[in-house]
């Protein structure tokens, strides 16, 4: 394989030594030129961290504020005028009204997209969505299913229409 960064700068591992290295991938056929690969990290992790910490360049992560100002300003942007009520303002509404334990389930599709960022959860396993694969149709069985697990919590489903015909096929 092919070493990133010179070798002496990078840790060593207790028994064996550190190696970044490319492997050929299985995926498609690669562009006339390039070639698919596959990371492979063998060493221990924090000193791996420690290395690539280094590399970074400063200020390069987010951080908490960016992150939190960068979700602002995606809200703001859905944040569109329009007649009667937008499926935006709808996923706000039912936030405002439905209690801080609410369990939400989304489907995938273009509903999911403004639901993720609009729909505030307070908890980790309190919104359900299938990521992955994003299957539509989750929303309806997800939601039955919170409920089965969490009998007195509110529960909500947030589902287009092709999402929620597919649940009912």
Known sequence: GQLF????????????????????GRVGEPRRGQRHTTPQVVG????????????????????????????????????????????????????????????????AGASRLLVVQKWQAYAARDFLTSNGLGSMGYALPGALGARLVHPKRPIVAFSGDGGFLMALA
Do not use: M, Y
């Not at 910490?53 to 300003?73: I, L």
């Open 44 to 107: 221990e992790l924090g000193a791996l961290l420690s290395a690539l910490a280094e590399w970074a360049p400063e200020r390069a992560s987010w951080g908490e504020k960016a992150a939190r100002e960068f979700r602002a300003q995606v809200n703001q942007a859905l944040d569109r005028p329009s007649r009667g009520l937008s499926p935006q303002r709808t996923v706000e509404i039912a936030r405002a009204v439905l209690p801080r334990d609410t369990i939400a389930t989304c489907d």
């Open 5 to 24: 960064g010179p070798a002496d700068a990078l840790p060593r591992a207790p028994e064996d030594e550190f190696v970044l290295a490319r492997h050929p």
